[in-house]
């Protein structure tokens, strides 16, 4: 989300408010004051470039020891270096849902596709939502009230689900009882990570998902047999205990500040949800197979989440920094084109390596391998890469807050899919499944490479303009 306009908007600014005062002596106090000026540790990752409110409290504490004279203080490039951990911390909190999903491979092919599919794409667009709606809480120190509208959202979706289970014909269901387990630990999984990040206790979650990584690498392993799946949502349950831990303390008094929830932002992050999701479920879908068995497109996807995590943490701490470093507004605007430069450079190896695999979907000389789905295979790790890459140029353009451009991009790749499916059907009302996915999947390929180069001319024309930082 965008950071407020309003109030200090650099470190410099916050070291220059806070100078002259007797908290500065200790940290703590001073991490204090700066909470109950209403900065949260989503405003001091997304306004600061630092990860947590006590990061900003070093940060700040340090420029003053530097105005003092006294020892301790760190350059403005020291200050750069905090995003990398923190990126990391939320890359690994993001990969455990999907690290579980991978691991419950035998309770997945016992459920109804359409079930799931829609469990997907409520959990990770409601998630999304809600963490939005929780920030706008959080940043006033109604965390307890933001977590407990969080839980409200997972009852309601958990309900809806038990409905759909409960009623849904079992052509779409399949199997009730894993289905009503299987739904309720997505939907668990979510709402965790959702709550976790308004709490800004992403570290202390994932300290306590070490169970979920222990029992997903055991069963993807053979260490665990299948039935022993229970542990797994035992381990689920147990870190999303700890993630909706802080709802149950009462804010205080002086943070009870009626704070609305931004409706167009909210709408926005459903709509990314809702795109990433279908994109995901359409590279998975899309491949021969059972379905239920992951397809090569989610190893590219898997191993870039950590690196669009940097990508964009690091594009937000120099946008951050640059507000340290330079005094002179012609100094900035290089520095800002600079960054811009190295940003659009950061999102060409995803089209490029997409690219190439495209071509060599239809050129390599297939009769050499023994393989009967090689191209499909290769076409499957092409629409990883190029959906990889258009999950950065989306988090990138919500960070500079042009969330209805990143909410158009994150739906276009559905579009392009359905379109040539619809064209199909229409053209051919009885084909087979097998034809439709022969057509399907390259189509799929080429619409996330056109989303691909629109996510690059979308993200140039950001991060080239100076209103974006404001």
């Known amino acids: 989300m965008r950071a407020p306009a309003a109030g200090p908007q650099s470190i410099a600014d916050l070291a220059e408010r ?14 204090a004051a700066i909470e109950a000026a209403g900065i949260s540790d989503r405003q001091a990752q997304v306004r600061y470039g630092v990860p ?19 020892p301790g203080a760190r350059t403005p490039r020291d200050r ?24 419950a491979g035998g309770p997945l092919a016992r459920v109804g596709w359409p079930l799931l599919a829609a ?45 759909a289970v409960t009623f849904g014909p079992p052509a779409l269901v399949g199997e009730r009882i894993p289905a009503y387990a299987v739904c309720g630990v997505e939907l668990l999984a979510f709402a965790g990570v959702a709550a976790a990040l308004v709490a800004g206790r992403v570290g202390a979650v994932l300290r306590w998902s070490v169970p979920v990584w222990l029992v997903s690498l055991a069963l993807l392993t053979g260490l665990l047999p299948d039935r022993a799946g229970w542990l797994l949502g035992a381990a689920v ?4 205990a700890r993630a909706f831990a802080p709802a149950l303390r009462r804010d205080p008094p002086e943070a009870r500040v009626g704070a609305r929830a931004p409706f167009g ?58 507000l340290d470093l330079y005094d002179d507004v012609a100094a900035y605007r290089r520095h800002l084109r600079a960054l811009g430069a190295a940003t659009l450079a950061g999102l060409v190896p995803p089209l490029a390596v997409g690219a190439a695999l495209l071509v060599a979907a239809f050129r390599l000389p297939y009769e050499l391998s023994r393989h009967p789905d090689a191209r499909a295979l290769v076409l499957s790790l092409a629409a990883g890469a190029l959906l990889a890459g258009a999950w950065a140029a989306t988090l990138l353009l919500a960070t500079r807050g042009r969330l209805l451009l990143a909410a158009l991009l994150a739906l276009a790749p559905v579009a392009f ?54």
């Open 119 to 163: 469990t997907v794409v409520v959990g990770w667009s409601g998630g999304q939502a809600l963490a939005c709606a929780g920030y706008a809480r959080a940043a006033h120190g109604n965390t307890g009230a933001a977590l407990r509208r969080v839980a409200a959202g997972l009852l309601v979706a958990s309900a809806a689900g038990a409905a």
């Open 417 to 470: 899919a359905v379109v040539p499916v619809a064209g199909w059907l229409v053209a051919v009302p009885g084909g087979s499944v097998h034809s439709l996915i022969q057509v399907m999947l390259p189509a799929t390929v080429a619409g996330l490479a056109a989303t691909s180069v629109l996510g690059l001319a979308a993200a140039a024309h950001t991060v080239f303009q100076s209103g974006s930082y404001r």
């Open 237 to 240: 349950g147990l870190a999303a």
């Open 265 to 322: 932002a909210v709408v926005a992050y459903v709509l990314i949800g809702a795109g990433q999701a279908g994109a995901f479920l359409l590279v998975w879908r899309l491949v021969p197979g059972d379905g239920a068995a992951p397809p090569p497109a989610t190893v590219p996807l898997l191993l870039a989440v950590p690196l669009i995590e940097l990508f964009v943490a690091w594009h937000a701490a120099g946008a951050a920094a640059g």
């Open 18 to 31: 806070f100078a002259g005062s007797v908290v500065v002596v200790d940290v703590d106090e001073l991490v």
């Open 52 to 70: 947590t409110v006590f990061a900003l409290g070093e940060a700040v504490l340090a420029q003053l020891w530097a105005q003092r004279g006294r």
């Open 80 to 103: 750069r270096v905090p995003f990398a951990r923190a990126a990391l911390a939320r890359a690994a909190l993001f990969l455990t849902p999907a690290l579980a999903t991978l691991a």
